[in-house]
C-alpha cells in the first residue's frame, strides 16, 4: 500500500503563499487521481483540489478556484498544491489522498491518505 506523506505547512500571514508537497513511498506509483483535502478545526473535511492523472484536468473547490493550483511531478512521484492570497478561511490541515484502485469517478474517489499538514493564516 502506498504511503503518502505531506509537507510544507506552516504559519503564513495573510496573502502569502505556501507550497504543499505530497510525496508517494511506492517505487512505482501509477494513481488514477491525487487530490487535496483540508480540515479547519470543528468542521468536516472537505475537498480542495484534484488532478486526473489519466488526461490532466483539474478541478478546484470554488473557495479556492483562482489561489491555488495543484500540479504534479510524475518522475518524483509527487504533487503539489500552491496556495496564494491566503486568507484565514485557508487555516486547517491539509491532507492528501490518491485514487490508486481506479474507481470512477476517479477525482472523486479516494482511497489512500496522508497524515495532513498544518496551514496556519495570521489575520
Known amino acids: 500500500q502506498v504511503q503518502l506523506v505531506e509537507s510544507g505547512g506552516g504559519l503564513v500571514q495573510a496573502g502569502g503563499s505556501l507550497r504543499l508537497s505530497c510525496a508517494a513511498s511506492?517505487?512505482?506509483?501509477?494513481?488514477?487521481?491525487m487530490g487535496w483535502f483540508r480540515q479547519a478545526p470543528g468542521k468536516e473535511r472537505e475537498f480542495v483540489a484534484a488532478l486526473n492523472q489519466i488526461d490532466g484536468s483539474t478541478y478546484y473547490a470554488d473557495s479556492v478556484k483562482g489561489r491555488f493550483t495543484i500540479s504534479r511531478d510524475n518522475a518524483k512521484n509527487t504533487v503539489f498544491l500552491q496556495m496564494n492570497s491566503l486568507n484565514s478561511e485557508d487555516t486547517a490541515v491539509y491532507y492528501c489522498?490518491?485514487?490508486?484502485?481506479?474507481?470512477?469517478?476517479?477525482?472523486?474517489?479516494?482511497?489512500?491518505w496522508g497524515q495532513g499538514t498544518q496551514v496556519t493564516v495570521s489575520s
Open positions: 511506492a517505487r512505482t506509483f501509477s494513481p488514477y487521481a
Open positions: 489522498a490518491a485514487n490508486t484502485r481506479g474507481l470512477l469517478p476517479a477525482t472523486r474517489n479516494f482511497d489512500s
